[in-house]
């Protein structure tokens, strides 16, 4: 249907009469209801109405036209939005990221219009058509909407968002599965109008989708577990202490679940470009909340104690989130290497399992393979200390190997039973709870020394990062039970402090002449002999403990017979119990 019109078609026009003002009252009620009443009223009741009635802060002195600052009947360029507004010539600094699988290029399509202003390269008033052709005076934006010319901190946009890119990337929804509310634009792309709707703020920062629970991020992002994980669900709020975590548009007592992803990420702006972290430093994006402001318990503090995983002695950033630790990156610790923030929870988990708040993370299998979903404990842990010895200084022992994963092989002739049920059978004398097929998890040993405190290896007062302490000097001093309560929390200790006839002298070793247990024992595991028995040669100050016998010089254990010198005194061989 035609919509011009003229005198001569329409006679009661041209003599003036009712008939034709009639018809005019006709064209115009028709014109109404074809176009949305809410087009125009609700982008004056948003900052993108930069006449003086708007309600921003920032904009033109001069009364002009509503639309006239992005759109222009005549003259426009590019003519597909009518756009008012020059296009800036800028060359823009791009997101980037090691997850990153789209191929980015400069901005592209609507962007480019959204960037006219919100680069800040173009004063605000600079229009191809001004009303009676004078330029608003209006400059440069200004404040937390000028994104500049370093998009690097930014959401990518203008890039293909297709089932390839799915597939390559992985945790993100078909682009035929986006609801109605997520636009692509005409060539496939994401674009900022893909989130954004520039003529309405029913939801903060004209978001297309309310943001709460993630709403909108979920849109697209998939990840793996979420739907279950703690901040997908907790109910905690921040307690306005320290720094606020929440976004800008958050209600200070929102909570994590209503935050979801603006908990920890910005699509704007963010702190840290690379995944778009809300915080500047890497491990403040989880003790922004984990320091007692919002989670319950205090993890921060627990990176205070004398003995701790030292998160801050490596630079941000150098971890990635699918590193091959098979390949040896630089080494480093950080949160995320132990947790997946969107996967995790606080479901416990019985021995060796994988616990509630290491779900979801990546580890290394007992075979050394990489696992993209440990399920086992001691995965995680072996991706630091199952593929090389420790860096760190520590006890020197006659088969001197530190790496976790290969003192827990279940090949060994004796192991404590973390990886596979242990070898010894007929071993007794356990405290309740525990018997010689039980299964141990590594944070059965190594754990927050505090009662009630958060669970974990973030810290510990005792050496190395245990929840009771184990003396290993040359010479104990302390009494046994409180030089080695970490081992009296699974094995009762009567045996061990007096001894029972036709069993092996432990008294007379620990009590008496108060050797350590590390003396003879490796706790890990011992890839030579039974009862985890590795000599250790140097303590960690290193004073020697055992070393070869004065006359055969040897150093060996063999069907309970000990060949060496130790607290004084020449074994060449000492015979004792066996097994």
């Keep these: 249907m035609s919509h011009e019109f003229s005198r001569r078609a329409l006679p009661g026009l041209a003599n003036g009469g009712r008939a034709g003002l009639h018809f005019v009252a006709l064209v115009a009620a028709i014109l109404a209801a074809a176009i949305p009443a809410t087009a125009g009223t609700t982008i004056a009741n948003t900052k993108h109405n930069l006449t003086p009635s708007g309600p921003g802060t920032f904009k033109a002195p001069e009364t002009t036209g509503l639309c006239v600052f992005c759109h222009t009947p005549h003259n426009a360029s590019p003519t597909r939005a009518l756009w008012n507004r020059a296009l800036s010539g800028a060359t823009y600094t791009l997101y980037t990221s090691t997850t990153l699988k789209a191929t980015l290029d400069q901005p592209t399509g609507s962007s480019r219009l959204c960037l006219s202003c919100h680069d800040g390269t173009l004063a605000m008033g600079t229009l191809r058509n001004a009303n009676n052709g004078v330029q608003p005076t209006l400059g440069v934006l200004t404040g937390t909407a000028l994104l500049g010319t370093n998009l690097s901190d930014d959401h990518p946009i203008s890039f293909l968002y297709d089932s390839a890119l799915v597939a390559s990337r992985g945790e993100l929804a078909n682009p035929s599965s986006l609801p109605n509310t997520v636009k692509l634009d005409q060539n496939n792309q994401m674009q900022c109008t893909s989130c954004h709707d520039a003529h309405e703020d029913r939801h903060p920062n004209f978001m297309r989708m309310d943001t709460r629970y993630g709403a909108l991020c979920l849109s697209c992002h998939t990840p793996t577990g979420w739907s279950g994980t703690t901040h997908a669900t907790s109910l905690a709020t921040w307690n306005g202490v320290g720094t606020s975590p929440w976004p800008a548009s958050a209600s200070p007592t929102s909570t994590v679940a209503d935050n979801a992803c603006d908990s920890c990420h910005r699509p704007h702006t963010a702190g840290q470009g690379k995944s778009l972290l809300a915080q500047s430093g890497e491990v403040a994006n989880c003790t922004v909340c984990h320091s007692g402001t919002v989670a319950t318990k205090n993890i921060q503090a627990e990176f205070g104690k004398i003995y701790y995983h030292p998160i801050e002695n490596f630079a941000d950033w150098t971890h990635t989130p699918k590193e091959d630790m098979t390949l040896a990156p630089p080494r480093h610790v950080t949160c995320a290497d132990c947790h997946n923030a969107h996967a995790a929870n606080a479901s416990p988990a019985s021995a060796p399992n994988v616990p509630g708040p290491l779900l979801g993370s990546r580890g290394i299998s007992q075979a050394g393979l990489t696992v993209p979903s440990a399920a086992f404990e001691y995965e995680v842990c072996y991706k630091c ?50 018997t010689a097929s039980s299964r141990i998890a590594c944070s059965s040993c190594h754990n927050n020394d505090t009662s009630g405190g958060p669970a974990g290896t973030h810290g510990s007062s005792f050496q190395p990062i245990i929840k009771g302490q184990y003396l290993t000097d040359q ?55 039974p009862h985890l028995i590795n000599f250790m040669l140097y303590d960690r100050n290193g004073t020697p403990v055992v070393t070869p016998s004065t006359v055969q010089h040897r150093l060996e254990y063999n069907n309970g017979q000990c060949y060496l010198m130790c607290h004084g005194v020449n074994h060449e061989p000492s015979t004792y119990p066996y097994p």
């Design 385 to 434: 200390h199952g593929l090389s010895s420790a860096a760190t200084a520590g006890l020197t022992r006659k088969d001197n190997i530190r790496n976790a994963r290969l003192l827990f092989d279940p090949v060994n002739p004796s192991y404590h039973p973390v990886a596979a049920v242990g070898k010894n059978a007929s071993i007794q004398n356990f405290m309740p709870g525990y």
């Design 475 to 529: 010479t104990v001093n302390d009494p046994p039970l409180l030089a080695y309560a970490l081992c009296f929390k699974c094995h009762a200790s009567a045996p061990y402090l007096a001894d029972v006839p036709g069993k092996f002298p432990h008294a007379l070793h620990v009590v008496t002449n108060k050797e350590s247990c590390a003396a003879c024992h490796d706790a890990h595991g011992s890839r030579q002999y």
